[in-house]
């Protein structure tokens, strides 16, 4: 196995956690801190996942303030 597709393995592995821990919360909201949280936390090793880990903070920070 090459570095390229254990890396692409591992981000598979990342985001499959980041939507097991999502579909685990009891509503919507709490769903998307988690998942905001997880993608900050994976985008810390992966660059190409900040962007969408800001846009996912952004959200959360929103959902946050209504509740």
């Known amino acids: 196995m090459t570095a390229?597709?254990?890396g692409k393995d591992?981000?598979?592995q990342d985001l499959l956690i980041?939507?097991?821990e999502a579909a685990s919360r009891?509503?919507?909201?709490?769903?998307v801190v988690v998942?905001?949280?997880t993608l900050?936390?994976?985008a810390e090793r992966r660059a190409e996942l900040r962007e969408l880990a800001e846009q996912w903070l952004q959200m959360s920070a929103k959902t946050?303030?209504?509740a």
């Open 18 to 20: 980041v939507l097991e």
């Open 10 to 12: 591992r981000l598979g």
């Open 64 to 66: 946050c303030r209504v």
């Open 26 to 31: 009891g509503n919507p909201d709490d769903a």
């Open 35 to 37: 998942i905001a949280g």
């Open 4 to 6: 390229e597709t254990e």
């Open 40 to 42: 900050a936390d994976i």
